[in-house]
């Protein structure tokens, strides 16, 4: 596929839409099991808590019913929850962190394996966007070989001063591998709602209901037209500083836009009834849950940069607009 990213050439349905990139098998064949993770590499104790906000739980309402989501991303019902208290990442995994972690390890990631990953079209030079394989249903992104969190938009790019952005091109897989090698764990989905809430309740943002208040960028998205058009005037065309903006009532930052943040919970549709205490999630299912939207995300095309909203992908995919944040139960 050689075409060239217009604007036009979005989707009026919004019925399904998302900027995020697809599953890794969009354009490439399965190519059976990777090596195994050993948890035997982990190096740093799980009693390190630094960078870490300690959260005391509760009961929250989980989800939104406000019109701004989508029918088949299961936002709703609106739900009461309850959570024991755990400990999260103020920050998401920034490439410094990340590079630690392959140092000590020697640990490749499935996008270095596979030697693959998906960026966004419009960073690409021009040769090779219009070489590069896209899937049908978003042309905007291209399988790059090459790309890998140290080379984010693909052979040639480097991080040049990126060591405190969100660390990129990271599968679900890689994200558990480090949260392991550290002592830590992915967030439930329930934990990362009622943290990046920030306290507020069945607010639209973690900061409240109007995006820009009295003109104030509070956090990373598209700005413009989508795909066709960025402006930046939030001061970012891809990824930003994971303490970019303000943070929340909670002391988390960039909990909306910026990176897409992968949750430990299979993804699902349909919740669990009564006020459930700490939910995990579906037992089964191909797909995991990601949140927070990203610097993609733009409300003409995909709303999904509000507290409630969700999407997944399959575990082994990874692109260049999904990160994550560490979660701790006290005591492990």
């Not at 998302?18 to 064949?29: F, H, L, V």
């Not at 989501?69 to 024991?84: A, C, I, K, N, Q």
């Amino acid at each position: 596929m050689t075409h060239e990213l217009k604007e036009h050439e979005v989707a009026e349905d919004r019925a399904q839409p998302s900027c995020c990139a697809p599953g890794r098998g969009s354009i490439a064949p399965a190519t059976g099991a990777l090596p195994a993770y050993s948890a035997t590499r982990r190096s740093v104790a799980a009693g390190d808590v630094s960078g870490m906000i300690a959260l005391p739980g509760g009961e929250f309402l989980m989800g939104a019913e406000d019109g701004s989501g989508y029918s088949d991303d299961g936002e709703g019902p609106v739900r009461p929850v309850r959570l024991r208290p755990f400990l999260i990442d103020a920050c998401a995994v920034t490439n410094n962190e990340f590079e630690v972690f392959t140092e000590a390890t020697g640990y490749r990631t499935e996008a270095e394996r596979l030697e693959w990953s998906y960026v966004f079209a419009g960073f690409l030079p021009a040769a090779l966007r219009r070489s590069a394989p896209r899937p049908e249903r978003t042309p905007w992104w291209c399988g790059v070989a090459g790309a890998i969190w140290r080379h984010p938009e693909g052979p040639g790019s480097e991080l040049d001063g990126r060591g405190d952005h969100p660390v990129v091109h990271v599968s679900w897989n890689d994200a558990r591998a480090y949260c392991d090698w550290i002592g830590k764990r992915l967030p439930t989905e329930a934990e990362w709602e009622y943290a990046a809430r920030g306290g507020l309740v069945q607010a639209r943002y973690p900061w409240g209901d109007e995006l820009d208040p009295g003109g104030e960028y509070l956090c990373n998205i598209w700005r413009g037209s989508f795909p066709g058009k960025n402006t930046a005037a939030d001061g970012y065309r891809g990824t930003a500083p994971v303490n970019a903006f303000p943070p929340n009532g909670f002391g988390l930052y960039n909990t909306c836009g910026n990176v897409w943040e992968w949750c430990a919970d299979r993804w699902g549709t349909h919740h669990e009834a009564g006020t459930p205490v700490d939910p995990a999630g579906p037992r089964t299912g191909p797909n995991r849950v990601i949140r927070g939207g990203s610097h993609m995300c733009h409300d003409s095309y995909c709303f999904r940069y509000r507290v409630a909203a969700r999407s997944s992908n399959s575990p082994d995919s990874s692109a260049g607009h999904t990160g994550f944040r560490c979660a701790l139960t006290p005591g492990t």
